[in-house]
């Protein structure tokens, strides 16, 4: 650990030990960095011990929780540890050396010019095997609910300052989070910026495996929609009544 940048990266990985080396080192040589956070999302592979190895302290889920659930436990961590106020900096395990590149992400949080940034992936080496019904399901709700354009609204490359985590506080669970949280930080009034990073990651493929992985995204990111139309319903009816009291 090093404990000289600006702002808390949080790695939440499951089963990554071919690749959680590299990105560890990757995320820990940029200067924003304070310090790196990994949470083992109940790996079976050594994931743990590879990035302690690596150089990053490791909170361990015993069991598997979803990604969301150990989103929540690197932000705990990270305000237990000393950092209650730094921005945090979600990055996937599986980035590898491009990892290096997520500068760009923290640096409009920390000179205040964004409260949230969301990395924008170029076209990857490796075709994905969708067909674009998660996407377009997480981009349509935003922009209903929010009114807000994204172009890649899966992306779980971030970075946040402690006013746009707390807005998106609790998080939605499982694959839900991001589509979430993009949605509770514009609706709270608060700056959100997409930035182009060059970063290369594991491409769900089109294998049955794959199929199944897009099936539990739609329906996470779904889910979430879902409560946050019941929240913007309930808050209309409020504000309906509050009109219609007499003083
Ligand atoms: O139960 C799990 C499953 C995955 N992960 C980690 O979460 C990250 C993203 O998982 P990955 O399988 O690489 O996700 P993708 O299929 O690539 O999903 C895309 O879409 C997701 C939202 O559906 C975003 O969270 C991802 O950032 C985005 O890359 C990786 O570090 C995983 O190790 C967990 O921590 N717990
Ligand atoms: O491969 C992807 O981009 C995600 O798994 C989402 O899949 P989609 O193509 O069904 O939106």
């Known amino acids: 650990m090093t404990d000289s940048g600006e702002c808390v990266a949080i790695i939440p990985a499951k089963d990554e030990a071919g690749r959680i080396a590299a990105t560890v080192a990757a995320v820990s040589a940029l200067p924003q960095v304070a ?56 990055v996937d395990a599986d980035l590898e050396q491009s990892a290096a590149a997520l500068g760009v992400l923290a640096d409009p949080v920390l000179a205040g010019d964004a409260d949230l940034t969301i990395a924008v992936l170029p076209p990857q080496s490796t075709a994905g095997g969708g067909r674009g019904f998660v996407v377009r399901l997480a981009r349509n709700g935003i922009r209903e ?85 019941g929240r913007a319903l309930a808050a209309r009816v409020r504000d309906r009544g509050g009109r219609d009291t007499p003083p």
């Open 35 to 90: 310090t790196v956070i990994v949470v083992d999302d109940g790996s079976a592979d050594g994931t743990g011990a590879l990035a302690l190895a690596a150089g990053a302290a490791v909170v361990t889920h015993p069991r598997n929780r979803g990604k969301a659930a150990a989103m929540t436990t690197g932000a705990d961590f990270a305000a237990e540890h000393g950092w209650p106020d730094l921005p945090l900096l979600y």
């Open 145 to 229: 609910l929010a009114g807000f354009e994204t172009t890649q609204p899966l992306s779980g490359m971030r970075c946040l300052n402690r006013a746009a985590y707390t807005a998106a506080q609790p998080f939605a669970r499982g694959w839900g989070v991001e589509t979430a949280m993009t949605v509770d930080v514009v609706r709270a009034g608060l700056r959100v910026l997409e930035v182009p990073a060059d970063l290369h990651h594991r491409v769900t493929g089109a294998d049955w495996r794959g199929q199944l992985h897009r099936a539990e995204q739609y329906r996470d990111v779904w889910l979430a929609l879902a409560a946050r139309r």
